[in-house]
């Protein structure tokens, strides 16, 4: 099967790696993906939102759970559970207001929290869908987010679509 170049991209000059490879658009949302050649069962596996790696570069993971834990991302985006709109205390609020909420303790919406690893433990990431629009919010809130990056809020929106097979190339790939 050939995969869409938009999908698949190797770009030696984002990364120091020249094996690594990127899947989707490094500008809206991607997935960086790096083989582990001293063990197989762990990898270099991060998001990248706009243009921002989303986690330590160096970081490992075990790649079975981060593949299922993207897998579970993609049927809960396929599902719906980010869809905005039934929460009417979203209405009319800023984006910080919105990130706020949904991180609040006291609030009931950790269902629009992603969580996928510890590659993304550093960031607090959240996910919220409008009109087939995903638009992705987080604040670094740890090292080794770059210090500059915490409690900075950003924001990237991207076609549901896209995201989905983004994930999708990315697990038929590794």
């Not at 993906?33 to 990898?43: H, M, P, Q, V, W």
């Not at 205390?89 to 609030?107: M, P």
């Not at 690893?117 to 869908?129: G, H």
């Not at 900075?152 to 790939?173: A, D, G």
């Amino acid at each position: 099967m050939i995969l869409s170049d938009i999908y698949i991209q190797v770009n030696c000059n984002f990364m120091k790696y020249e094996n690594e490879k990127y899947y989707g658009e490094k500008k809206e949302f991607a997935i960086r993906y790096l083989k582990n050649i001293e063990n197989s069962n762990f990898a270099f596996c991060h998001l990248i939102l706009a243009d921002k790696i989303i986690g330590d570069i160096n970081e490992t993971c075990y790649l079975g759970t981060w593949k299922n834990s993207i897998e579970t991302l993609k049927t809960e985006i396929e599902n719906g559970n980010f869809k905005i709109d039934k929460y009417n205390v979203f209405k009319d609020k800023t984006d910080v207001e919105k990130f706020d909420l949904i991180w609040d303790d006291r609030q009931d919406y950790r269902i629009l929290q992603v969580n996928i690893d510890e590659t993304i433990d550093a960031y607090l990431v959240s996910l919220i869908e409008k009109d087939g629009i995903l638009k992705f919010l987080w604040k670094g809130w740890r090292e080794p987010c770059p210090e500059n990056q915490i409690g900075k809020l950003n924001t990237v929106e991207v076609e549901t679509e896209n995201v989905i097979k983004t994930i999708e190339s990315t697990l038929l790939e590794i």
